[in-house]
């Protein structure tokens, strides 16, 4: 079985600041793990994903990931925010073989971009 | 190239009445199709998941059932709504055995 918590529901940072939105995973199996965003009124956009390999992911949007076993975490960054950040973000986690490919996810994140 | 068709955007239906919400996947085959509830304040619980056409599982008790009559197309129903319905309703596709997932607009759905 899997869960996803996402620390805060909503952050808030200035238009030019660091984002950091923080992501903690429970799998009892390797885990896949990803972003995903939403914009108003609309689906879902995977941002980045992490399978195997390079424990760091870059995605789109200027966005990244790392995936840390040892602390359950695959926070989501970006140096810089931009006005079109702003959206609902939302990890989710998925066993890494047959059977558990079902996503589960996290209750989002709403990112607020202060100008 | 992969699309995914989910209709319609917005729905309003009283209390009581029919749903059907219709889902379509093109440019692949055999996909894994899935439905996803969005409340808010409670990110995505998924609702249902189909891996082959007449193959449905239930995720969680409720109201509504889901159907998959052709390869690429899923239906979300339910014979009497309640008003515990209203939502977010978003239709999802992956490749079989991949876990990355593509999402449909979805549906806001409002039960009055």
């Known amino acids: 079985a899997q869960s996803v918590t996402q620390l805060g529901s909503h952050v808030s940072v200035s238009e030019g600041a660091l984002v950091l939105l923080r992501c903690n995973y429970s799998?009892?199996?390797?885990?896949?793990l990803f972003w995903y965003v939403q914009y108003p009124n609309q689906g879902l956009q995977l941002l980045l994903k992490?399978?195997?390999?390079?424990?760091l992911v870059k995605g789109i949007n200027g966005f990244e990931a790392e995936f840390k076993k040892s602390e359950t975490s695959f926070h989501l960054t970006k140096p810089s925010a931009h006005m079109s950040d702003a959206a609902e973000y939302f990890c989710a986690v998925s066993g890494a073989n047959f059977g558990n490919e079902k996503l589960t996810f996290g209750t989002g994140t709403r990112l607020t971009i202060i100008p | 190239s992969q699309t995914i068709h989910q209709w319609p955007a917005t729905l309003v239906q009283p209390v009581g009445s029919p749903l059907s919400l219709e889902c379509t996947v093109e440019?692949?085959?055999?996909?894994?199709l899935y439905w996803y509830r969005q409340a808010a304040g409670r990110g995505l619980q998924l609702l249902f998941y189909?891996?082959?056409?007449?193959?449905i599982s239930s995720e969680v008790p409720q109201n509504l059932s889901a159907s998959r009559p052709q390869d690429r197309q899923f239906i979300l129903s339910s014979k009497k709504l309640l008003l515990s319905d209203s939502g977010f309703y978003l239709c999802?596709?992956?490749?079989?055995?991949?876990?990355?997932?593509?999402f449909g607009q979805g549906t806001r759905l409002t039960v009055v």
């Open positions: 799998s009892s199996v390797p885990p896949y």
């Open positions: 999802a596709w992956s490749r079989p055995m991949n876990t990355e997932a593509f």
């Open positions: 440019g692949t085959s055999n996909p894994n």
């Open positions: 992490y399978t195997t390999g390079a424990t």
């Open positions: 189909s891996v082959g056409i007449g193959q």
